[in-house]
């Protein structure tokens, strides 16, 4: 049934989802906007953008939802409400990492130091955790596992 989702309420579709009560031309007005703000050169600025545009309609769309299902006479009688944050926490996530992808480049373009993005892996294993170098040592495991990287100084 999970691959009516997008069939049903657009929010997994390939294309832009219809927001009720609102027309392609407000998502047009929306995108002009974003556009003259965020001031996009070249193609790959300008999907990022675009994206952006995307993602921000698309929180409208699973707001419109939420407040649907909400006004119903038994509101969290259903699951609906769990899989429509859901998919607010996952296209929240896509629009933040738009936004970041778009300011990097911007700021690469403009001759920025801009250092590599930082990524961490975090475990809820404790089992995978190494124990501190030295028993009097009971510093956070994490400090731990980055300061046994050797691609991490302290320079950094």
């Given at each position: 049934?999970?691959?009516?989702?997008s069939t049903r309420h657009g929010l997994l579709?390939?294309?832009?989802?219809?927001?009720?009560?609102?027309?392609?031309?407000?998502?047009n007005r929306l995108l002009r906007s974003l556009?003259?703000?965020?001031?996009?050169?070249?193609?790959?600025?300008?999907?990022?953008?675009?994206?952006?545009?995307?993602?921000?309609?698309?929180?409208?769309?699973?707001?419109?939802?939420?407040?649907?299902?909400?006004?119903?006479?038994?509101?969290?009688?259903?699951?609906?409400?769990?899989?429509?944050?859901?998919?607010?926490?996952?296209?929240?996530?896509?629009?933040?990492?738009?936004?970041?992808?778009?300011?990097?480049?911007?700021?690469?373009?403009?001759?920025?130091?801009?250092?590599?993005?930082?990524?961490?892996?975090?475990?809820?294993?404790?089992a995978s955790v190494p124990a501190p170098r030295?028993?009097?040592?009971?510093?956070?495991?994490?400090?731990?596992?980055?300061?046994?990287?050797?691609?991490?100084?302290?320079?950094?």
């Open positions: 049934m999970s691959s009516w989702n579709s390939n294309r832009l989802p219809p927001l009720y009560g609102r027309s392609k031309k407000r998502f556009q003259q703000d965020l001031e996009p050169v070249g193609a790959l600025e300008e999907v990022l953008v675009e994206k952006i545009a995307q993602e921000y309609w698309r929180l409208g769309v699973a707001a419109w939802h939420e407040a649907e299902d909400l006004s119903r006479e038994k509101p969290f009688g259903r699951t609906s409400i769990d899989r429509i944050l859901r998919y607010q926490t996952t296209t929240n996530r896509q629009l933040f990492q738009a936004m970041n992808q778009l300011e990097r480049l911007q700021r690469l373009r403009k001759g920025d130091n801009v250092p590599a993005p930082l990524t961490l892996a975090v475990s809820h294993d404790t030295n028993q009097n040592d009971d510093c956070d495991p994490l400090v731990v596992l980055m300061s046994q990287d050797p691609q991490i100084t302290d320079e950094e």
